[in-house]
């Protein structure tokens, strides 16, 4: 059974410009969900989608933002990038019904200069 | 809240157990998770309990769950160098989002 994968692996942008992570979740999990690792400030929870639909949200500004589509992947576009967002942006993938843990992808790894 | 504390440094030696201690506040957590971060890598889930449970035994781990005491703890049994990484210990409810401590990095020496 394939994972939960990523892209990419890494990206590298400058301030102010806008940045879009992907991530397909693992066949057969509905809902994904997004973190932030940076460092210093550990993970912290981003969004979750489920059914195309945004379920949650953590204390983020609302440049930080995505969407899931039909096939249930799912994309988080962070917009008017600043250095403090360079982190590891970690996907994972669960059902919505909450009785299955919560399986991580490799991460993208945001570098801004 | 959601708090989730855990020790920053643990170093064993190889062959010998490994214990890593959590707390957590929220009451309401239907899960606790442990994953397993390599250097470069996401997060493997290595197992997890469910809050009516107290102890979970998975090959060399075992979880204990001290529900009133919000006291979860990870023992690896003949540590080996495979498993110096960072490990987290996570919390979940019924939002569906999973609050991490801040991760122990263990550091298996010969």
């Known amino acids: 059974e394939a994972g939960v994968t990523q892209s990419p692996t890494h990206l590298i942008k400058t301030r102010g410009q806008q940045a879009t992570l992907r991530c397909s979740p693992i066949?057969?999990?509905?809902?994904v969900y997004w973190y932030q690792q940076a460092l210093g400030l550990g993970l912290q929870f981003l969004l979750w989608y489920d059914e195309g639909e945004e379920r949650n949200r953590g204390n983020f500004p609302p440049r930080f933002s995505g969407r899931q589509f039909p096939n249930y992947s799912s994309e988080l576009n962070v917009n008017a990038l600043e250095l403090e967002d360079s982190a590891l942006y970690l996907c994972a993938s669960g059902r919505q019904d909450g009785n299955q843990p919560q399986h991580f992808g490799d991460g993208t790894r945001l570098s801004i200069l | 809240g959601e708090d989730v504390e855990q020790s920053l440094f643990l170093s064993v030696r190889e062959g010998d157990s490994s214990v890593i201690n959590c707390t957590y506040t929220d009451s309401s957590s239907t899960y606790l998770y442990w994953y397993k971060q390599e250097p470069g890598a996401g997060l493997q889930l290595l197992t997890y309990?469910?809050?009516?449970?107290d102890m979970k035994q998975d090959q060399r781990l075992t979880v204990l769950l001290n529900k009133k005491d919000k006291h979860l703890s990870l023992r690896i049994a003949d540590t080996q160098t495979g498993d110096s990484a960072i490990y987290f210990c996570?919390?979940?409810?019924?939002?569906?989002?999973?609050?991490f401590g801040a991760g122990t990095t263990v550091t298996v020496r010969a």
């Open positions: 996570a919390e979940g409810g019924g939002d569906y989002k999973l609050s």
């Open positions: 309990i469910f809050s009516n449970m």
């Open positions: 066949s057969g999990h509905t809902s």
